[in-house]
């Protein structure tokens, strides 16, 4: 197992106000899963849901939406997916912050922590793969064999692709 620093600055600290009560909702979510098996599951299946909202043309995303206040919205009403990709980490972080766990101990667990904004979160599991080499070996064989989790990266690969040339 390997400790889970906890994250220097809070994606809720940070986020529009009308976002929270969203990134709680999807934490409560995830943090009904069991175990880490099951809260891999909800984390992909919840993000594909909301990537494929925003794949929606704008106006059927705003037809679809009840009030204007809706919490999956970003900020920009116009956003489609290219911006709703760049906000998967940060709502995989704010899952996280709000599971507040301590040790990363399963594939599954490393696997989503990997996605998140918080580099504390991405240490962990980092560390966790490297500190046993059968750890970093079942996440690997999870990224390539997890149909949801390898559809999830798909969608972030742009994100991570502009954070390494310095322009997240």
């Known amino acids: 197992m390997t400790t889970i620093a906890p994250p220097t600055r809070s994606v809720f600290e940070t ?3 009308k976002l929270r ?3 709680e909702g999807l934490a409560a979510r995830v943090s009904g899963g069991s175990n880490w098996l099951v809260r891999k599951k909800t984390v992909c299946d919840l993000l594909l849901g909301l990537d494929a909202f925003f794949a929606l043309p704008a106006a059927e995303r705003q037809a679809l939406m009840s009030d204007d206040a809706s919490p999956a919205e970003p900020a920009d009403a116009d956003g489609g997916p290219e911006d709703f990709r760049k906000v ?3 709502y995989v972080g704010a899952i996280l912050e709000r599971l507040a766990e301590k040790m990363v101990s399963s594939p599954e667990q490393a696997a989503i922590y990997l996605l998140s904004i918080h580099p504390e979160h991405q240490a962990a599991a980092e560390g966790w793969m490297l500190a046993d080499p059968r750890n970093g070996k079942s996440v690997r064989k999870l990224m390539r064999t997890d149909r949801r989790y390898r559809q999830l990266m798909d969608r972030m690969a742009d994100h991570w692709q ?4 310095g322009g997240a």
Not at 162 to 165: L, M
């Open 15 to 17: 986020s529009p106000e």
């Open 21 to 23: 009560p969203f990134l």
């Open 88 to 90: 998967l980490p940060l």
């Open 162 to 165: 502009a954070a390494r040339n």
